[in-house]
Structures are given as structure tokens and as C-alpha cells.
């Protein structure tokens, strides 16, 4: 169980199976929505997500994954690719400074 | 960065820990982590078989341009350019660029003297001779002179590498081949005996499970290619890229399903059907378990036209998008290509919307919370 605080996340991470398919797909649409924020958001391979990543997006089926890959750092699994609430969650976090927990 | 919590680990803390992964979850994400291994080895290069797929179409003697000096490029670009590319690229998910060149200097090895295209001897022996690369470096670098680093470190990649080369062409290789051959010919004896159809019940399901790449990629990829060197084409790889049964799914969503996938499911069917990218009718399916049924018989039904039509694509057509499929289909065998994926689509969606009760059983939930909030106000 990890937390961060929405000001702190300068990258996220959008991660998927090979990190080249739905990740790419996912991190366009979180880019409109947080680069604004000042906020870089990246697509890799669940197995290898990058060090400086504050907050990993992936689907929730992936998400134990993701934490062996980087324990330590904020993974907020979802279940859809379209219309999560987790995409939402992330976006209120970074736009209003609030805490945000896997 | 994240910051850990404090270990004081107040009540609310371990309350809101998630409980550890039972032994079906961490033995799936293991699955899914040796087949992402698998599918990061390819996946990287699909674009050298795109090129490959392309230049085979165009330029073999039934493509669509015959050209003979063209088609000298066929042979070498599946038999050694795509294994190397897989050995480089497993070289390097083991062990950075060193592992890679030393993989790739290892892949050569089983590439030659085989007759089959050796994708899984390089998937083997690349990430081994990384792997070599990085315990030899372990042990031996402590130990180096200074002054001597950079004379160690080409001479050791160059030793090490070259003697995985011997080994993969007289131990490896041979295996390999004879591991292919029989693997290849017991999806012709599937075929032969009409068959086939059966795999879509671990594809599908497996699929959904997210190891979409590991089996296609992973399994699908080595057997297409080794019968597509004898035949010209194969239906290997179809199986796991046929778009229908997802298509099918979430049309009877978005016809049928609850209100959110009816909003959601639009845009997802040109994100699934044109983009390829299929990952995004699983959560579909993970939410209504019962829906799987729906694309394993579309599966069977698209594999089975296939088998019928004898259908089948030049290379893998990756990502899994109607457009990719079209590209890498032989001259002659769209029709059979198309008949497959619309057969699997429209028993999906026939199946699916059944399941689904063909949103009855929606429409009477909507209508009781809308009475039930008008009976509260």
C-alpha cells in the first residue's frame, strides 16, 4: 500500500502486456488530460516500468505485476480501457493536489 | 516518489491492505510474465516482419507483382534477419546491448544448417547466452586489472558468443528443429483430423486472461512461420488475430449489455476491430464471465471456415486490426480471410446477445431503479 500526493506525480506510467497496444492507446488520452498539470505521462511493459515513475495506471489484471516490477510506487489498476473511474480519480489527484492511494 | 507509508501500520492501514495474491493469481501472473518474456522478444520487431510479410505478397511468384530478384529477398529475411532480431532483442531484455550482441552472435548459430525458421531456437538461445554473458561479467569483472576492462569486455562478448554460436549450431539447433517439426506436425494432424477448432477453448479464455501476446507471439508466430517457409501461408496465425469474436461480444454489449458498456462499447469496437488492439474487450468479458462462452464458439466457428477455406495469412498480422489481416493475406485468399472473421462475428454476437438476454433482463433492472427513485422522491 502505497500513497502520493497528486502535486508530487511529475510522471505516470501507463503500463500493458508488451507496453506497445493498450498502453499506447491509454497514455494519449491521459496525456490531453494531465500535460496541462505539467505532468508526463508514458506507455511501458508491465515487467518494465521505469524508475521515476510516481504513479503506474494499468488494468487490474496486470496490477500484482506491476508492484513486483516496482514496489514502492503507486499502481491504481482499472478494468476498462474506456470511461474508467480510475482515469478520473488520477486526473482529480493531480488537479487538486489531493492524495491518492493504491 | 512515492513515498511508503509508515510501518506503524495504524488500523486503518492494514484494513485497507489488499489481501496477499492467492496461488491461482501469483501462478497467473507468472504465466503471464513468461509469456510477456516471450512476446517482448517479438513484439519489438514486428516491423521487420511487416516488411517481410509485404515483400512476400508483392513479390513471390503468385503474389501480386512476381519479380524473381524481389523475391531473393524472402528466404534470408525469415530464415536469418527475423531470428536474429528475436535473439538480439531477447539478448537484450536479459542483459542490456551487451546481452543483445552476444545473443544475436548466439542466434547465428542455430540459424544456420536449419531448415525450419528457427524463431524458437533464438528465443532459447539468445536470453541464454546473455544470461551467460551477465553471470561471466559477475564473476570475472571484480577481477579485472584496471587498464584491462574494455579488452575483457570485448574479447569475453566475442569468446563467449562465438562459442554459444558452435553450440547452438550442434546442440541447440538440431533439437530446436526437431521440437518445431513435431509441433508443427501436430497442428497438421489437428488440421487432418478436423481438429483445429478445439484449440479456442484455451485461446479464448486464455486471451482474456491477457495472454493474448504470449500466445500469439509466443506459440502461434514460430508455428506459422516454419509452415508459411513450406507452404506460403499459414493459419497459425489467425487463430489468436481474428478480431470476430471480440467484434461480436461487443456488439451484443452494445447492443444489449448494461448502460455503461452500452456508452463505452462504440468506441471500443473501432479501437478493437480498425486499431487492433484487443485488450479492450477483455474488461467486457472479466465483468460478465459468462460472455467467454460467446467467444470461444466464435472462435471455433471463425477457425473452422478457416480450416474449410483453407485460409491463412503470409505473416502475423499484428496488431489484429481487419486492416493488418487484409495486408498480410495472400493474393487470392481474402474472401476466406473475411468469411472467417465474419462467421466468428456474427456466432459471437449471436451467442453473446443470448447470454445477454437480449437486454431484458437490463431494461427490467434500468425500469425498477427508475420507479424505485421515483417512489422515494
Redesign the interface.
Known amino acids: ?4 500526493n497528486g502535486s ?1 506525480i511529475k510522471k505516470v506510467v501507463v503500463a ?3 507496453g ?3 498502453s499506447v ?1 491509454l497514455t494519449s488520452q491521459m496525456s490531453k488530460s494531465l500535460s496541462p498539470h505539467g505532468v508526463a505521462v508514458e506507455h511501458a ?3 518494465r516500468i521505469p524508475d521515476d515513475a ?2 503506474v495506471l494499468c ?1 487490474s ?2 496490477v ?2 506491476a508492484r ?1 516490477a516496482q514496489p ?3 499502481v491504481i489498476g482499472f ?5 474508467d473511474p480510475a482515469f478520473a480519480r488520477v486526473e482529480q489527484a493531480v488537479r487538486e493536489g489531493e492524495t491518492i ?1 493504491d | 516518489m512515492a513515498r511508503p507509508q509508515s510501518p506503524s501500520g495504524s488500523a486503518a492501514d492494514t484494513s485497507a491492505q489488499s489481501p496477499p495474491p492467492n496461488r491461482l493469481q501469483s501462478a497467473r501472473a507468472a504465466v503471464q510474465r513468461f509469456g510477456g518474456y516471450l512476446s517482448g522478444m517479438v513484439m519489438p520487431n514486428i516491423g521487420a516482419f511487416i516488411a517481410w510479410g509485404l515483400i512476400t505478397a508483392l513479390f513471390i511468384p503468385d503474389g501480386w507483382f512476381p519479380n524473381e530478384t524481389l523475391a531473393q529477398l524472402v528466404d534470408p529475411m525469415i530464415g536469418t534477419l527475423l531470428p536474429l532480431l528475436i535473439g538480439y532483442t531477447g539478448g537484450r531484455l536479459v542483459y542490456e546491448q551487451r546481452g543483445a550482441v552476444v545473443g544475436a552472435v548466439a542466434t547465428i548459430g542455430v540459424v544456420v544448417g536449419s531448415d525450419v525458421p528457427m524463431f524458437l531456437g533464438a528465443m532459447i538461445i539468445g536470453p541464454l547466452a546473455a544470461y551467460l554473458t551477465k553471470l561471466l561479467d559477475k564473476v570475472a569483472r571484480p577481477r579485472i586489472h584496471a587498464g584491462f576492462e574494455m579488452l575483457y569486455n570485448n574479447f569475453s562478448a566475442g569468446i563467449l558468443g562465438g562459442a554459444m554460436a558452435v553450440v547452438g549450431l550442434f546442440g541447440i539447433g538440431p533439437v530446436v528443429q526437431t521440437i518445431t517439426e513435431v509441433l508443427g506436425s501436430g497442428v497438421q494432424a489437428l488440421i487432418d483430423l478436423q481438429l483445429l477448432p478445439l484449440v479456442s477453448f484455451i485461446v479464448e479464455p486464455a486471451k482474456v486472461l491477457f495472454l493474448n501476446n504470449a500466445i500469439n507471439h509466443g506459440v502461434f508466430a514460430p508455428l506459422g512461420a516454419a509452415r508459411v517457409s513450406e507452404t506460403g501461408q499459414a493459419i497459425e496465425f489467425l487463430i489468436e488475430t481474428n478480431p470476430g469474436p471480440g467484434l461480436g461480444v461487443l456488439l451484443a454489449c452494445m447492443l444489449f449489455g448494461p448502460k455503461v458498456s452500452r456508452s463505452t462499447a462504440p468506441g471500443a469496437i473501432v479501437i478493437h476491430f480498425l486499431g487492433g488492439i484487443h485488450e479492450i474487450y477483455f474488461p467486457y468479458i472479466l465483468a460478465q464471465p459468462k460472455l467467454i462462452v460467446a467467444a470461444i464458439a466464435g472462435g471455433i466457428t471463425g477457425v473452422t471456415t478457416f480450416m474449410l477455406l483453407g485460409a491463412g495469412t503470409v505473416s502475423t498480422p499484428s496488431p489484429g486490426s481487419i486492416i493488418a489481416l487484409m495486408a498480410v493475406t495472400p493474393r487470392g485468399g481474402h474472401l476466406s480471410v473475411l468469411a472467417g472473421v465474419a462467421a466468428a462475428t456474427i456466432v459471437s454476437f449471436i451467442v453473446a446477445s443470448l447470454l445477454l438476454g437480449f437486454g431484458r433482463p437490463e431494461r427490467n433492472k434500468e425500469k425498477a431503479q427508475r420507479s424505485n427513485a421515483e417512489a422515494q422522491q
Not at chain 1, 478494468?79 to 470511461?83: P, S
Open positions: 500500500m502505497s500513497s502520493i508530487d500493458c502486456d508488451a506497445m497496444g493498450s492507446l511493459s508491465v515487467d510516481d504513479l488494468h489484471g496486470l500484482s505485476r513486483s514502492g510506487t503507486v478494468q476498462m480501457f474506456l470511461g492511494a
